[in-house]
């Protein structure tokens, strides 16, 4: 299966990307993640989208677009990838509507996760990270056994640095500036699909699975 997960910061896509590669063994590519992983290893590629994240602003197409053409060559996406976070613009959008078609492949769905402005912003200040090895918990939806403590590792729970009110805010305004626009774009390509993002995470995730089967 190929997929695309679509929707505003903090409407559930990681969340879901967890659940569904559950169900779907394809690997799962957030462009975030990968951001994120290079800040925390101080790479150059780390330091320079550091510049755009920490301001809420996107990391410059060519950057981005690059990145995702070296991970979808590698082996283990020949038979799928969910796509998190990727694409954001429609110049993105279209630069992965070439790279398919190099390979090959094409897209089955496009799922919104649609999710609005009030939710998000509990979502957001609610949302701890595990510093060392990066699962999500929500303090009143999804918290931890003990306190600031990782279930998985025992790893210390932190807020992410673009999760800050004001940082969120400008992420919300980019995301619709610049990335709103692809639901056009997808639905134009007959790939668009709508989830309610407000529900619980499982009944979301079983709504989303039933989409895949009849696409699939
Ligand atoms: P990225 O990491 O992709 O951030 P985002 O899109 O803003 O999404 P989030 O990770 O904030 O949220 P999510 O939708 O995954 O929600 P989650 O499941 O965690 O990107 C970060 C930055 O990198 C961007 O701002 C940009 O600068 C840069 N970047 C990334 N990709 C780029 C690209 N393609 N081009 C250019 N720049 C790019 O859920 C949120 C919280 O809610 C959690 O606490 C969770 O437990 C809780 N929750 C989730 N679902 C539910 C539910 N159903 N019920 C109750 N609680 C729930």
């Known amino acids: ?9 903090a409407a559930g896509k ?45 990391v ?18 020949r038979k799928g990838f969910l796509l998190d976070g990727f694409p954001r613009t429609v110049h993105q959008a279209e630069f992965l509507d070439g790279l398919l078609k190099d390979l090959g492949v094409e897209i089955d769905a496009v799922i919104n996760i649609d999710t609005p402005d009030h939710v998000l912003i509990e979502r957001i200040t609610g949302r701890r990270v595990c510093e060392s090895c ?16 990782c279930d998985k590792c025992g790893g210390k729970l932190v807020q992410r640095e673009d999760d800050k009110e004001e940082t969120f805010l400008k992420r919300l305004k980019t995301y619709y500036s610049q990335t709103k626009p692809l639901l056009d774009y997808y639905e134009k390509e007959r ?3 709508n ?3 407000s ?11 039933r989409i895949l089967e009849d696409v699939g």
């Open 1 to 9: 299966m190929y997929i695309i997960l679509l929707g505003a910061p």
């Open 191 to 193: 790939k668009l699909f």
């Open 134 to 149: 990066k699962a999500v918990y929500h303090v009143k939806a999804k918290p931890s056994r003990t306190e600031g403590v």
């Open 60 to 77: 410059p197409d060519e950057i981005t677009e690059g990145i995702v053409a070296d991970r979808l060559r590698q082996d283990d996406c």
């Open 199 to 209: 529900t619980d995470a499982e009944l979301t995730a079983s709504r989303i699975i």
């Open 195 to 197: 989830v309610d993002g």
């Open 14 to 58: 990681g969340t879901q990307a967890e659940l569904l590669t559950k169900s779907y063994a394809i690997p799962h590519i957030s462009t975030g993640d990968i951001f994120r992983g290079n800040i925390a290893q101080g790479t150059l590629l780390g330091l320079k989208a550091n510049e755009y994240i920490s301001r809420g602003l996107l």
